[in-house]
């Protein structure tokens, strides 16, 4: 059991890494609330609590993030985990498309900082957990509304980890890589690719898709999120990837911008 409980709110918390980290995090004592936009009243799984939110709608986050404090007195660490996947060509995605991932993967995390925050200067402490992704490094080919979109949330974490400091308040960012999760199911796509790009784009997902064989359980996520809340002064960014993944983002550290692009480009080829 946990030594300390605290009183968690993982959003996305239905399926994926997001159950993973409830389930871990509700195994080691903590009083665990997972969202989904189809939750049930009083619903409980594998030892958390399911709250209904739509991280799309603003009353809908305040609602859910007010219930949690009514019965809680208090939210001690907030996963931001709910997100969208996208594929496709830049030019073929409509800009209602890239708006519609946004406001999942960016004003989504937004919205319920702007929740919970009040409740966690009143009581002096708390930690933020913003799930990006390892492709916040990189403009991933037929990928690059879902790279953009983690980077801003990247940022945002940046600048909110700063702001919320003296508050007694931690902003921290992990970056996973492939996990074996049923997000690429999900992925929002454009009906139609132009003929133009189909062949990049048609090869690019095959690779992606061979990637999906080499990937991980989630709970090796969930127990760097578990480590990070016991962690008394945690990084402000912990990359949970392995092999080409890692290897690309010191690459691209270190490659010229170029010489870095055709790497890219060889690997889709």
Same mark, same amino acid.
């Given at each position: 059991?946990? &030594? &300390?409980?605290? =009183? !968690?709110? /993982?959003?996305?918390?239905?399926?994926?890494?997001?159950?993973?980290?409830? =389930?871990?995090?509700? #195994?080691?004592?903590?009083?665990?609330?997972?969202?989904? $936009?189809?939750? %049930?009243?009083?619903?409980?799984?594998?030892?958390?609590?399911?709250?209904?939110?739509?991280? &799309?709608?603003?009353?809908?986050?305040?609602?859910? =993030?007010?219930?949690?404090?009514?019965?809680?007195?208090?939210?001690? /660490?907030?996963?931001?985990?709910?997100?969208?996947?996208?594929?496709?060509?830049?030019?073929?995605?409509?800009?209602?498309?890239?708006?519609?991932?946004?406001?999942?993967?960016?004003?989504?995390?937004?919205?319920?900082?702007?929740? /919970?925050?009040?409740?966690?200067?009143? %009581?002096?402490?708390?930690? !933020?957990?913003?799930?990006?992704? @390892?492709?916040?490094?990189?403009?991933?080919?037929?990928?690059?509304?879902?790279?953009?979109?983690?980077?801003?949330?990247?940022?945002? +974490?940046?600048?909110?980890?700063?702001? =919320?400091?003296?508050? #007694?308040?931690?902003?921290?960012?992990?970056?996973?890589?492939?996990?074996? &999760?049923?997000?690429?199911?999900?992925?929002?796509?454009?009906?139609?690719?132009?003929?133009?790009?189909?062949?990049?784009?048609?090869?690019?997902?095959?690779?992606?898709?061979? +990637?999906?064989?080499?990937?991980?359980?989630?709970?090796?996520?969930? %127990? @760097?999120?578990?480590? !990070? !809340?016991?962690?008394?002064?945690? $990084?402000?960014?912990?990359?949970?990837?392995?092999?080409? %993944? $890692?290897?690309?983002?010191?690459?691209?550290?270190?490659?010229?911008?170029?010489?870095?692009?055709?790497? @890219?480009?060889?690997?889709?080829?």
């Amino acid at each position: 059991m946990a &030594t &300390t409980r605290k =009183v !968690i709110l /993982v959003t996305g918390g239905s399926s994926g890494l997001g159950k993973s980290i409830c =389930v871990r995090l509700a #195994g080691q004592g903590h009083t665990v609330y997972g969202t989904s $936009r189809k939750a %049930q009243p009083e619903e409980i799984t594998d030892g958390f609590r399911m709250v209904q939110m739509d991280v &799309t709608d603003d009353a809908s986050v305040q609602k859910a =993030v007010a219930g949690v404090i009514a019965r809680e007195s208090r939210i001690d /660490v907030l996963v931001n985990n709910a997100g969208l996947g996208i594929q496709g060509p830049v030019e073929d995605i409509s800009p209602e498309m890239a708006q519609r991932l946004f406001d999942t993967n960016v004003w989504g995390p937004h919205r319920v900082w702007r929740a /919970v925050l009040p409740a966690m200067r009143k %009581q002096g402490s708390g930690l !933020i957990i913003n799930i990006s992704s @390892v492709a916040a490094n990189f403009g991933l080919p037929y990928r690059g509304f879902y790279s953009a979109s983690k980077a801003a949330l990247d940022r945002l +974490s940046e600048a909110l980890s700063t702001e =919320v400091d003296r508050f #007694g308040i931690h902003v921290v960012t992990v970056q996973p890589g492939e996990f074996n &999760t049923t997000i690429g199911d999900s992925r929002l796509r454009p009906e139609n690719i132009s003929e133009a790009h189909r062949p990049g784009y048609e090869k690019a997902m095959e690779v992606l898709g061979g +990637s999906m064989h080499y990937s991980r359980d989630p709970d090796e996520l969930a %127990q @760097v999120v578990e480590r !990070i !809340i016991q962690t008394k002064e945690p $990084r402000t960014r912990y990359i949970v990837a392995q092999g080409m %993944q $890692r290897i690309s983002i010191l690459a691209k550290k270190l490659l010229p911008g170029r010489m870095f692009e055709k790497m @890219v480009r060889k690997h889709y080829e």
